[in-house]
C-alpha cells in the first residue's frame, strides 16, 4: 500500500515509516528536516506543514491509501496549534478525501483527553481529536475507510528528553503511571500499523496509549 507519514525524520514518526517499509510498503514522508531514512520504497519532502502552500502536489500523494498525521511540535506558545492542529488539517484536506484512501490516523496525546501540560499544547491536541471526529464521518460516509486518534502518553523520543533527563520530574511522572515506563518508538510504531492496515471496523475512536496515566493536573500544567 501507499502510505504518507508526517514528521518522519526521529521519533514515533521515523520507527513507524521503518515498520511499513519492512513490511513491503510504499512510504512517503513529510518534514521540516531532511530524510533520516534511506530506502528504495522511500520518497522524502521537506517541507513545513503549518504551510499550506508548501505541502507538495506530487501525483503520488493523490491516491495513497494510508495517511499517518504524526508531525507535531511541544513549545508552549501559539506554535503549537499551528503545527499540531492548523498543519494537521491542511495535510489532511489535501490529501486524504480521495478514492483510494482506507484509513487515517492522528497521533493526537493523552493530554486532549486530561487538559495536562502546556495550555496551548493541550488546546492543538484537543482540536486534533475533535478534528478527527468529524474527518471519521466523513470518510466513513464516503469512502468506507477508518479514522482514529492514538493518544499517547509519554514515549521515548528527543522531543522527550528535557522530561527523561530531570530524574525530580521523571519520578513524579511514574508516581501517576502505573505501568512505571513509557512506550518506545517502536512500540508507538506497532500501534500505528496496527490501527491502520489491521483494523477495518474501529473509527471515529481517541484511543488512551499512556501507560495508565492518570489525571494529575496541578502536576503536569505547566508554565
Given at each position: ?11 514515533i ?23 533520516t ?8 519532502f ?9 505541502l ?31 498543519g ?5 484536506e ?19 483527553l486530561?487538559?495536562?501540560?502546556f ?10 481529536t ?7 464521518i ?14 499517547f ?9 528535557p ?8 519520578q513524579q ?10 512506550a ?14 489491521t483494523?477495518?471496523?474501529?473509527t471515529?475512536?481517541?484511543i488512551?496509549?499512556s501507560?495508565?496515566?492518570r ?6 500544567v505547566?508554565?
Amino acid at each position: 500500500m501507499k502510505v504518507l507519514i508526517t514528521g518522519t525524520t526521529s521519533g514515533i514518526g521515523k520507527a513507524t515509516a521503518t515498520l511499513f517499509l519492512e513490511n513491503g510498503h510504499r512510504v512517503f514522508g513529510i518534514d521540516i528536516e531532511k530524510a533520516t531514512i534511506q530506502h528504495k520504497n522511500y520518497r522524502h519532502f521537506v517541507a513545513d506543514i503549518s504551510k499550506k502552500e508548501a505541502l507538495p502536489d506530487s501525483e503520488e500523494l493523490f491516491s495513497l491509501d494510508i495517511i499517518i498525521n504524526n508531525a507535531g511540535i511541544q513549545t508552549g506558545t501559539e506554535e503549537d496549534i499551528k503545527t499540531n492542529l492548523v498543519g494537521t488539517m491542511y495535510v489532511t484536506e489535501k490529501y486524504a478525501f480521495q478514492p483510494n484512501i482506507k484509513s487515517l490516523l492522528f497521533n493526537s496525546s493523552v493530554s486532549s483527553l486530561t487538559g495536562n501540560e502546556f495550555p496551548t499544547y493541550v488546546a492543538s491536541k484537543a482540536g486534533v481529536t475533535g478534528y478527527m471526529k468529524n474527518c471519521a464521518i466523513r470518510l466513513a460516509n464516503e469512502y468506507k475507510a477508518t479514522c482514529n486518534a492514538l493518544c499517547f502518553g509519554g514515549v521515548l523520543t528527543e522531543l522527550n528528553k528535557p522530561v527523561m533527563e530531570n530524574p525530580s520530574l521523571w519520578q513524579q511522572i511514574m508516581d501517576v503511571t502505573p505501568l512505571k515506563k513509557w512506550a518506545t518508538p517502536e512500540e508507538a510504531a506497532q500501534w500505528c500499523y496496527f490501527m491502520t492496515v489491521t483494523n477495518t471496523f474501529c473509527t471515529g475512536q481517541a484511543i488512551d496509549i499512556s501507560g495508565g496515566e492518570r489525571n494529575c493536573q496541578d502536576l503536569f500544567v505547566w508554565e
